[in-house]
Structures are given as structure tokens and as C-alpha cells.
């Protein structure tokens, strides 16, 4: 089955602490984006890689960290300099000018 | 800077209602539009995709329209049903690849 896996589901974050949210594609799509959004929002891009080994900032960059070091993969770190962490998370890819897909997202809280 | 708005925010129609949902955009010059739907605590379904030089897109109840001269898009529910019920997002996007969600447009399909 062709997709986006995001895991996992459900993450707890204690204050200071680390996380990072996992996100795969087995589309072999080029491009893969990190969103975020929050009750009543709209969704805000955080990161996005063109390519791999590249990856440029979004809109809300601070606070967070990505690589992107194979293609399938883009992984999602909240660094302990993100003040308000707490949020749905959304992964998805696409082919250059073709349609993105989403994962099923990561709700992330801070307990 | 683009800027992509959904009207309405909020709508409940009685099942069987054909219903129009609206997205405008502020810079025409676009390469894509694609309409997804999201069901609560979920990510996002691709509905459809039109490129920037079509007119429209058709998939089997839905279809959607696109006047990029206008900066608006149209997505068109036939016969609506209560599995309808979601919220329903339009995102634009340039030939930098990055995508401009709007808000949204919460849909409720009563029985």
C-alpha cells in the first residue's frame, strides 16, 4: 500500500524535553513538508525538503528541526525551544507540481 | 504574499442539497489548486487537483472549478449525504512548490 506513515499517533512531551515525530513515504515522491496546526487555525508550514540532504524553512521554523537524509524519510524534531509545542502535526509529500498527500498526523501535547 | 479565503466558514445543510463551497486567492499566478477534506482528529484527504490551466476537475459527486483570472475556486457537492460531513480545504500553490492553505470550510450534512 502507497502512503505517508506518521508516528506516533499520540506524543507527550515533558517541558524541556526533546521529540521528534516520525514521517515516511513509500510514493518516492521528491518533496515531503512538516505542518502544523493548531484549534481554529489554518496549517502553517513549518519545514520543507525539495530534495534530499536539502530543506528549507517555512513560515514557522523556530523552535523546530528536520533532516533529510534518504528520500522515504523526514523526520520532525521539537526542540525544547519551542515554547508552545502543543498541536496537531501534519506530514505530506508530492511529486514536483503533483498532488500531496497527508499522513494521519501526530497530536503532540505537553504535559 | 498570498492570501487564500474560504466563505462560508461554517455551513449545515439538510441531506440531498447540492452545495458550492467557495475559495478565493490573491495571487493568480498559481501552478496548481487542490481541494482536500478533513475529518476531525484526522489528516487530509486529497479530493481533487486542477492544474493551472484547466478549467475544472470532476470526481464522482464532487467537482471543481477554477477562473484563475478571478483568483477563485469552486467546489461543487452534488445530492450531499451526512458521510459528507467534514471540513473542507482549498490550498494553492506556486511554482515554488510550497502550498497556501485556507482556513477552511466546516460542512455539516444533517440526516
Known amino acids: 500500500d502507497g502512503g505517508i506513515t506518521q508516528s506516533p499517533k499520540y506524543l507527550f512531551r515533558k517541558e524541556g524535553q526533546n521529540v521528534t515525530l516520525s514521517c515516511e513515504q513509500n510514493?518516492?515522491?521528491?518533496?515531503m513538508y512538516w505542518y502544523r496546526q493548531d484549534p481554529g487555525q489554518g496549517l502553517r508550514l513549518i519545514y520543507y525538503s525539495q530534495i534530499v540532504n536539502d530543506f528549507q524553512k517555512g513560515d514557522i521554523a523556530e523552535g523546530y528541526s528536520v533532516s533529510r537524509e534518504k528520500k522515504e524519510s523526514f523526520p520532525l524534531t521539537v526542540t525544547s525551544a519551542q515554547k508552545n509545542p502543543t498541536a496537531f502535526y501534519l506530514c505530506?509529500?508530492?511529486?514536483?507540481?503533483?498532488?500531496?498527500?497527508f499522513g494521519q498526523g501526530t497530536r503532540l501535547t505537553v504535559v | 504574499k498570498q492570501e487564500v479565503t474560504q466563505i462560508p466558514a461554517a455551513l449545515s445543510v439538510p441531506e440531498g442539497e447540492n452545495l458550492v463551497l467557495n475559495c478565493s486567492f490573491t495571487?493568480?499566478?498559481?501552478?496548481?489548486l487542490q481541494w482536500f477534506r478533513q475529518d476531525p482528529g484526522k489528516g487530509l484527504t486529497s479530493l481533487l487537483l486542477i492544474q493551472s490551466s484547466q478549467r475544472e476537475q470532476t470526481s464522482g459527486r464532487l467537482n471543481a472549478s477554477l477562473d484563475k483570472s478571478s483568483g477563485r475556486s469552486t467546489l461543487y457537492i452534488a445530492a450531499s449525504q451526512p458521510g459528507d460531513s467534514a471540513t473542507y480545504l482549498c490550498a494553492v500553490r506556486h511554482s515554488g512548490q510550497n502550498f497556501v492553505f485556507g482556513p477552511g470550510t466546516r460542512l455539516s450534512v444533517l440526516p
Open positions: 510514493l518516492n515522491h521528491d518533496a
Open positions: 495571487d493568480s499566478a498559481i501552478y496548481n
Open positions: 505530506a509529500s508530492s511529486a514536483y507540481g503533483g498532488e500531496a498527500f
